[in-house]
């Protein structure tokens, strides 16, 4: 998305030779509707937003009143918001670490040319063409929390296997529950984080790990010094879509745990309770600290292509 | 090549421009005639009852054409935001569909529905339906919706079958919940689910029971309009009891819903659940007999108590069609629509002139009982309060579910009070 920015800035000035005084104009009209559908639905929208969250309106009454900050006041002292924030922090160290550690290992072993590469290409990348709606509900029957007579799913599976101690509550536990949640999206995205890996690891070129051997590097350097800085762009892009994709994470908890479950409770499924209860102000306060949230991880990240993609 | 390309994409660009205002002409077209009904009744037996209505009312107006305007999913909560963003755009259907009672607060704050006091009195409807119901529909001295049914939350229901395996009489009562959590512990010890019960809403549904059982009806009805102190020694000791039944009930009940608990009794692997009685609809259509195959009698410790939550109608402000949406009001409130409705449902007619005589044998106990138990507004259904004090409730309610701290419940308890308490 972000290398689209700077090839639209540049287009014009190519136009103008052609066309002459009046160069402007067509370039402008063409994007001139991108320009106003993005500005109302997407940024006047964050505004009004904003706008609701700074209200004290809190049925499907209209306002009562400027309340200033007190919304966000308030969701920082509620114990509960505070643990949907923790609940979301530790779903998202698991989700990128688990499907960055995935997603390089398999791209790893497909690069040291596996045979079957195709098929297995396919079948981890497979669980991304599946929306997390659909996912979830069979999850929500595999991460089942009965155990013993009643065990289904993975439980029952352990159960079968005499590998009774690995039954566990799942989702339902207090502390850890949020971590099943992982699971599933782990299982859903690692083949697409492999697929970036694959990519980057068949844009360096042969001659570099050549040379390298010809240094005498040994494999764990040329690794090391080659190969790794060569993938790091691919790994931050990787880091930033999951990342943003998972401090979204709304639907596979609707679909797993259902909305009004304590144990899985993240933002965005309290924006939700509040929207649905008419409690804008609260909902809509929730709704941007989850931009703000978001914003801190990509702002850097597109300011830093930008200037990239300038630098060129 | 390049040109026809060109051609298309503005031919797709001038379609979709043309395909997004069609959308927005859409609701100014409602011709006079026409009287949507905003529902979630989209399947199972709700929607039969829909149906069924809609059959009376054809039939009643054949000048009046019926829109079907329900939204489906979400148990309702997905209708309700919809419903909302049309009524606050000024978009409202002919009437929607409520849960009768506290439920309504809302919309009457926001001056979203009509008062209909005047038309009770001037159809008489005021004859038809109880006075215990419509002193509960009554809010701030009017009526703001008819009611098309009656359900009653309390009903405890059993297995016989395995309540012999265990050792314990088919039909046994109790007067109290002490007495049957001792017999439930029975149960347990045979290696057999006591109790059975499902996701966030229906414990909350258990509660509720329990808090009526344990306080009486009198105290019950107090919490509701302040009288009744939540931070009092009974509550506390009803919410032990709530604790101590909990600890009875199957352990993935985070993961069921309430069909799935009610099943766990028809096939046998639960001794009993505590649900409402559209559970009846669940047991009759696989063919169960009653006092056979199952029992269903009130729960413990609330007999002579009938917990009540409705169905209703309403008159939105502004409607586009007011002398329709009466045409529809006058078809719920008339004996054959109140009939149709609820012999295809399961529920009972709220209405005491309708002609009940071919109704189930469940549902016949149940009108024996509408007629002379005492009745109370259900929590967990949307008559005893407002959407706002249910959900804080029922988050109160979910994190008990996982922490198990009767403390921390009735602290929840008690702040969702204070913060909703009627004026």
């Known amino acids: ?312 | 090549m390049n040109a026809t390309r060109k051609a298309l994409a503005a031919g797709l660009a001038a379609l979709s421009l043309l395909a997004v205002s069609a959308c927005g002409s859409d609701s100014e077209s409602g011709s006079t005639d026409e009287v949507e009904v905003f529902t979630w009744w989209a399947e199972g037996s709700e929607k039969a009852g829909l149906d069924a209505l809609v059959k009376v009312f054809d039939e009643q107006n054949p000048d009046l054409k019926f829109v079907n305007g329900a939204v489906a999913g979400g148990a309702g909560s997905d209708a309700k935001n919809v419903l909302q963003s049309r009524l606050q755009n000024g978009e409202p259907p002919a009437t929607f569909q409520a849960h009768a009672g506290a439920e309504l607060t809302d919309y009457i704050n926001a001056g979203q529905i009509e008062d209909l006091t005047d038309l009770y009195e001037e159809k008489g409807w005021n004859e038809q339906f109880p006075e215990g119901l419509l002193e509960r529909l009554t809010q701030d001295g009017g009526i703001y919706s008819v009611p098309s049914n009656i359900h009653r939350a309390n009903v405890m229901w059993a297995n016989p079958a395995v309540l012999e395996k265990a050792g314990i009489e088919a039909n046994k009562t109790y007067d109290s919940l002490d007495a049957w959590i001792a017999d439930l512990k029975k149960i347990k010890a045979k290696g057999i689910i006591p109790l059975s019960i499902a996701t966030d809403w229906t414990q909350v549904h258990l509660l509720e029971t329990v808090l009526l059982a344990d306080l009486g009806a009198e105290a019950y009805n107090g919490l509701w309009d302040g009288t009744t102190d939540w931070g009092g020694s009974e509550v506390e000791a009803a919410l032990e009891d709530y604790s101590t039944l909990l600890s009875l009930t199957n352990t993935d009940r985070q993961g069921l819903d309430w069909p799935d608990a009610t099943q766990l009794v028809i096939d046998g692997q639960a001794a009993y659940n505590v649900m409402g009685d559209w559970a009846e609809a669940a047991f009759q259509e696989q063919k169960k007999t009653l006092n056979t195959d199952y029992t269903a009698v009130p729960v413990p410790g609330t007999d002579g108590v009938f917990d009540f939550l409705a169905d209703s109608f309403t008159m939105p402000v502004d409607g586009p069609n007011a002398a329709g949406t009466e045409a529809w009001l006058e078809t719920i409130a008339s004996d054959e629509g109140q009939v149709a409705f609820n012999k295809a449902k399961g529920s009972i007619p709220a209405s005491t002139t309708a002609d009940t005589a071919d109704f189930g044998e469940y549902q016949q106990t149940a009108i024996k009982s509408w007629s002379e138990d005492e009745i109370v507004s259900s929590l967990a259904h949307g008559a005893a309060t407002s959407v706002n004090w249910l959900t804080d409730v029922t988050a109160a309610v979910a994190k008990f579910g996982s922490n198990n701290d009767v403390a921390e419940l009735q602290e929840g308890l008690v702040e969702a009070a204070e913060d909703n308490k009627p004026e």
Not at chain 1, 123 to 144: C, D, Q
Not at chain 1, 229 to 241: N, R
Not at chain 1, 260 to 278: C, D, K, L
């Open chain 1, 1 to 312: 998305m972000s290398s689209t920015v700077p090839s639209a800035v540049r287009r014009p000035r190519r136009a103008r030779g052609r066309i002459g005084g009046h160069g402007w104009v067509a370039p402008v009209l063409l994007i001139l509707p991108t320009v106003i559908v993005i500005g109302v639905f997407v940024y006047g929208l964050i505004g009004s937003n904003i706008h609701t969250s700074l209200q004290d309106r809190h049925n499907i009454g209209p306002s009562q009143g400027f309340a200033g900050l007190e919304n966000y006041r308030d969701l920082f002292t509620d114990d509960d918001f505070i643990y949907s924030l923790r609940n979301l922090l530790l779903y998202t160290a698991t989700f990128l670490v688990g499907t960055l550690c995935l997603g390089f290992l398999w791209a790893w072993l497909l690069e040291r040319k596996a045979r079957g590469e195709s098929l297995f290409r396919a079948i981890y990348l497979f669980p991304m063409a599946v929306s997390f709606v659909a996912s979830g509900v069979v999850w929500r029957w595999l991460l089942n929390n009965a155990e013993g007579d009643r065990a289904s799913g993975l439980n029952r599976l352990f159960g079968t296997l005499h590998l009774d101690f690995l039954q566990n509550p799942w989702w339902t536990n207090e502390r850890w529950g949020i971590l099943a949640i992982a699971v599933p999206a782990i299982w859903q995205l690692s083949g697409y984080v492999m697929a970036l890996f694959l990519a980057g690891f068949r844009g360096i070129p042969e001659e570099l790990r050549e040379a390298a051997r010809m240094d005498g590097a040994s494999e764990w350097q040329l690794y090391r010094h080659v190969i790794f800085p060569q993938l790091s762009p691919v790994a931050l892009s990787a880091i930033i879509i999951i990342g943003h994709m998972s401090l979204k994470v709304f639907d596979l908890i609707m679909a797993i745990a259902g909305q009004t479950n304590y144990t899985t409770q993240v933002p965005a499924t309290q924006m939700w309770i509040e929207f649905t209860r008419g409690d804008y102000a609260k909902s809509a306060a929730i709704g941007t600290i989850l931009l703000v949230i978001v914003a801190i991880l990509i702002v850097p990240y597109l300011v830093s292509t930008y200037r990239q993609e300038r630098r060129r």
